[in-house]
């Protein structure tokens, strides 16, 4: 059974560095084809794609967040984590890990995400 | 970066009807196409990958089609359950891009 679950602060500071966590159990990111990517949704707004780890450790990132961003795993704990910095108020949402394969591609699997809020 | 625009951005439908959602992406993304349906306060549900192929576990009301740039994301007779936001997302090249999604409403 495949699972992925978030965690990190519920509540940022403009101008700190966020981190956040996804665990997950299921699968292994060392498998030939698996891919982690982060997602996030602000409130009432569409989803918007942020960075993807793959299992040889090729890293991508959006283009307009990629100087913030830093996606990185560690396969023998079963976790993948995101650091974006600079956080600001429009950095508040909900952000989700989502799990895909190379020859799917689609995020068949998605953590039940958690909610960011930036605020002084 | 590849743009997804989804049209239109919300319909209001009765259950029985067919429903038809699109998605144009800004330069050809081949069948690389993905759908998903977004009930309030969930996560996103794999409705369907690769322009086409429907994901394990959903209804054969849902299907997809097109190639290119044009994709449609059909649901053959609307269900109660079936009434969510739906987005598009490319997985050509990354960035992978998600639409702005279609609210479907009562």
């Known amino acids: 059974q495949v699972t992925l679950k978030e965690s990190g602060p519920a509540l940022v500071k403009p101008t700190q560095t966020l981190t956040l966590t996804c665990t997950f159990s299921?699968?292994?990111?060392?498998?030939?084809?698996?891919?982690v990517s982060w997602i996030r949704q602000p409130p009432g707004k569409a989803l918007e794609w942020l960075a993807r780890?793959?299992?040889?450790?090729?890293?991508f990132y959006s283009t307009s967040l990629k100087t913030r961003l830093t996606i990185s795993k560690d396969t023998s704990k079963n976790q993948v984590f995101l650091t974006m910095t600079n956080m600001d108020p429009v950095d508040t949402a909900t952000y989700y890990c989502?799990?895909?394969?190379?020859?799917?591609?689609?995020?068949?699997?998605w953590g039940q995400g958690t909610l960011v809020t930036v605020s002084s | 970066d590849i743009q997804m625009t989804q049209s239109p951005s919300s319909l209001s439908a009765s259950v029985g009807d067919r429903v038809t959602i699109t998605c144009r992406a800004s330069?050809?993304?081949?069948?690389?196409l993905n759908w998903y349906q977004q009930k309030s306060g969930k996560a996103p549900n794999l409705l369907i990958y690769?322009?086409?192929s429907l994901q394990s576990g959903v209804p054969s009301r849902f299907s997809g089609s097109g190639s290119g740039t044009d994709f449609t994301l059909t649901i053959s007779s609307l269900q109660p359950e079936d009434f969510a936001t739906y987005y598009c997302?490319?997985?050509?090249?990354?960035?992978?891009?998600f639409g702005g999604g279609t609210k479907v409403e009562i």
């Open positions: 997302q490319q997985s050509y090249s990354t960035p992978h891009a």
């Open positions: 690769t322009a086409s």
């Open positions: 780890i793959d299992w040889d450790d090729d890293k």
């Open positions: 330069q050809s993304i081949s069948s690389y």
């Open positions: 299921g699968f292994s990111l060392s498998t030939s084809g698996m891919r």
């Open positions: 989502a799990r895909t394969l190379l020859r799917l591609g689609g995020y068949d699997y």
